[in-house]
């Protein structure tokens, strides 16, 4: 796949720049590449369209990001289609108050860093793109801390949802397991952990939502973070509140990695009970 890529770049892009400033093969910025990721992804057919307009887990599918947990490739593949697609809308929907998303992220990316840190993995050309992005966010926070002066939007929220998603994908799901029983647990249980504040934001929307009767993908505001809101917090409580609850999922991350060696049904059992208690 990857020779066939390459060649429909150089077919997409011109040698050299156009009279009106066209990039080049040599010179183009992210949004001139997006169509021929596009083109890359709906070429590769061993794959169908499900998600009409939605290619992103097309083009981790492609490249071999995929979550590896079944025995059966198909599952796989719809495991990684459930988590990219629902990853990138939970962390955009996520983005309706100051500072929420950017302070979940940069927790997300700490807890990467931990796996990395513990398989020493500092060399890793990931360990630097995770570094330069959250030092990006950490930037883009003095911004968008309250009263926010910048603003995330769709574009910037769905971009950090398929890149947090692809990381939870190398780095959780397919986190080297330890010895023990029951050892695919241990690979659930720990993207769950570490995305659980997206996660419980988005699944308790579109529940209250579906019993109402309206749809889950319309805008509103009965997310955690305004019933956070409703019960007197500021919205700088609300942002720290969040960010204290990702910080307590990145301790338990360091602790699994650290001192759980061997998995048992004991820690399943805690971990589990940890993640309703949450919701």
């Known amino acids: 796949i990857a020779p066939s890529f390459f060649e429909d770049l150089g077919q997409q892009l011109r040698p050299e720049r156009g009279p009106r400033g066209e990039p080049s093969v040599h010179d183009f910025e992210v949004h001139d590449l997006l169509p021929v990721v596009e083109v890359f992804a709906t070429s590769f057919d061993g794959l169908?369209?499900?998600?009409?307009?939605?290619?992103?887990?097309?083009?981790?599918?492609?490249?071999?990001?995929?979550?590896?947990?079944?025995?059966?490739?198909?599952?796989?593949?719809?495991?990684?289609?459930?988590?990219?697609?629902?990853?990138?809308?939970?962390?955009?929907?996520?983005?309706?108050?100051?500072?929420?998303?950017?302070?979940?992220?940069?927790?997300?990316?700490?807890?990467?860093?931990?796996?990395?840190?513990?398989?020493?993995?500092?060399?890793?050309?990931?360990f630097m793109i995770l570094i330069g992005v959250m030092a990006a966010l950490i930037g883009f926070l003095y911004f968008n801390w309250h009263p926010s002066k910048m603003y995330m939007g769709d574009t910037g929220s769905q971009f950090l949802g398929v890149f947090l998603a692809a990381i939870g994908i190398k780095f959780l799901w397919n986190a080297e397991p330890p010895s023990g029983d029951f050892i695919s647990a241990r690979n659930l249980l720990l993207p769950l952990i570490v995305f659980i504040m997206p996660i419980i934001d988005t699944t308790t929307v579109v529940i209250n939502r579906l019993k109402k009767g309206s749809s889950p993908f319309v805008g509103g505001k009965d997310h955690t973070t305004h019933a956070l809101a409703y019960l007197g917090l500021s919205d700088r409580q609300v942002a720290m509140v969040f960010w204290f609850m990702t910080l307590i999922s990145l301790m338990l991350v360091i602790i699994i990695e650290k001192f759980l060696g061997e998995w048992r049904h004991i820690y399943t059992l805690l971990f589990s009970l940890y993640i309703l208690f949450m919701f």
């Open 48 to 126: 169908p369209e499900l998600i009409s307009g939605r290619s992103e887990y097309r083009v981790l599918i492609a490249s071999g990001s995929c979550i590896q947990m079944f025995d059966t490739q198909w599952a796989n593949w719809l495991l990684t289609i459930l988590w990219t697609v629902g990853m990138m809308n939970s962390i955009n929907m996520l983005d309706n108050m100051d500072a929420i998303t950017t302070t979940v992220s940069i927790s997300i990316i700490l807890s990467a860093l931990a796996v990395m840190a513990f398989h020493q993995e500092f060399g890793s050309v990931y």
